[in-house]
């Protein structure tokens, strides 16, 4: 069960980060609400459709299957380093409407629905798992909103970069046991 707190927490960053990005641009009333029932329940969504999937393919790819599970958790670990490591990427959001909102929950969470293949080779329950996952990311985007009302954007790619390297440990791990 630790590992999956620990994919929670990793795959929360990418929603963090833009949490804390919306708290240091916006002041709107609910917003820490908002961005972590947007973001969570995208969250807990896409891994399990990607846990489906898995489950799906895994028969014809299972001697395969630690190799595909470290290569999507390596590539989404390297694009969250990459996106930590850019200055000035994001752009200017001009205001905190429910289809922004809609669009930034599904584009941080594209990457959990590819980590959700990994649930196959965990040995943890899917639903407990992906209910793991989504109420973290809630906590960590409305924690993420309030961080950047008062501090800022300097943790922003600190996030990014924290979730990613996590990522790719967790590749190596189900890798090498």
């Known amino acids: 069960m630790i590992e999956v707190f620990i994919l929670a927490i990793a795959l929360s960053m990418d929603a963090f980060a833009v949490s804390i990005g919306l708290g240091a641009k916006k002041n709107t009333p609910g917003l820490p609400l908002k961005a972590g029932l947007f973001f969570g329940i995208f969250q807990a969504l896409m891994p399990f459709i990607g846990y489906v999937g898995g489950k799906g393919v895994l028969g014809w790819i299972e001697a395969y299957a630690h190799w595909v599970a470290f290569g999507l958790l390596a590539l989404i670990g390297a694009k969250m380093l990459y996106e930590g490591m850019q200055e000035g990427v994001e752009e200017e959001i001009a205001a905190v409407t429910n289809r922004m909102m809609l ?44 961080i950047g009302k008062r501090s800022g954007t300097w943790l922003e790619s600190k996030a990014e970069i924290f979730g990613g390297t996590v990522l790719i440990l967790m590749g190596f791990k189900i890798l090498l046991f």
């Open 103 to 146: 669009i930034l929950a599904i584009a941080t969470s594209i990457d959990a629905m590819a980590a959700g293949f990994s649930l196959t080779l965990l040995e943890a329950n899917p639903y407990v798992a992906c209910l793991t996952i989504g109420i973290t990311t809630f906590a960590f985007s409305w924690g993420g909103v309030l």
